[in-house]
């Protein structure tokens, strides 16, 4: 189990190298700043670009954009939970606000009000271009009793028109004087597919946990359902969804008569983002899963982390994780949960 999580980790923390293309996009500002740049994203109001004399990428606030060129193809998601693929223009209008000129082919053109503009991303032919991730590390160490841990965690994402795909993994590591060392590691493997109405997707999910904590070996989770952005902006992305789900557990040998349980579960879950322009966010996930196999029995499972930027793509991270079951197998702990702080490095178009 370890070494295919650490196969995993390895995967998820090199990424996957991207390809740079010709810097040839042009953003005027509103204060009459041209930027003759490539264009990398627009993600939770901010616009990421990259110069050919800067090195890295740098943040622009969205709002004070007032024309955007690029030939390159980007999926375009609005406020609606529209979703559009194509080259960039824009044309402002005496009297209108500034629109955004999204150019799906040579004979289909659709202008979008900035304002409703919530998410860019590159997309392209080449496979290797549709990814965007994070790397997260840290150590804590007190000299008390001499207690230290070890967190790192990975996020890759791959994206597509109407649908993408995610991988998030998780470790924790702590160890001290007088007590046995504590290892927690999740992967949760999850995608959406938005449906014809306004912000309304199904979802799929796996999740893969093992915490010595509370004597699991490892637990498996899958379900689906459906779900809706309650609110998808340039300052919050809420989303709420519902379904069922299945999950299987194997725990320690010796710690209990059986070894494995498994629960059928309807499911409960929410992601909420909060962000503001290159500052800072904060993510929160939960996942509930009232048991229907075993009715009284509740599990709860939910990570944290806030953001602060620090510059270019290195943040500085606190996270916080978290797992209860009401009802464990007997002498065995209901509960894990943490925190961890330590530093964060984007990659791929963001």
Known sequence: MNSRLLALCCVLFFGIPLCARDKT????????????????????????????????????????????????????????????????????????????????????????????????????????????????????????????????????????????????????????????????????????????????????????????????????????GIGRYLANTNHASIAVMGGFAGQNTNYKQSTMPVNTQNLAAAMLASEVKLFRFNKTNLTVTSVLLPALSQPGRIEFTTNATYYIKIFSNLNWNISFYGNWDNQPPPSLQGSDYGTSSGLSWTFGIR
Not at 123 to 131: D, L, P
């Open 25 to 224: 996009d042009v953003i005027v500002m509103t204060n009459g700043d041209r930027l003759t740049c490539a264009i990398k994203a627009l993600n939770e109001g901010t616009l990421y670009v990259s110069l050919d004399y800067v090195v890295g990428t740098i943040s622009v606030q969205w709002s004070k954009v007032d024309h955007i060129e690029s030939r390159q193809l980007f999926i375009v998601k609005t406020e609606d939970g529209f979703v559009y693929t194509g080259t960039l223009n824009s044309t402002r209008t005496a009297g209108r606000p500034l629109e955004i000129q999204v150019l799906e082919s040579r004979n289909k053109q659709v202008d979008i009000s900035r304002e409703q503009v919530v998410q860019m991303g590159q997309t392209s032919t080449s496979f290797w271009r549709r990814f965007n991730g994070a790397v997260n590390s840290g150590i804590n160490y007190s000299k008390g009793n001499d207690a230290i841990q070890y967190n790192f965690s990975s996020q890759l994402e791959y994206l597509r028109d109407r649908w993408s795909l995610e991988a998030n993994y998780n470790s924790t590591l702590a160890s001290s004087t007088g007590t046995d060392p504590s290892a927690r590691n999740q992967l949760v493997l999850d995608g959406i597919h938005l449906l014809p109405w306004n912000n309304w997707f199904y979802f799929g999910l796996a999740s893969f946990l093992q915490s010595s904590e509370q004597n699991i070996r490892l637990q498996t989770t899958g379900g689906g």
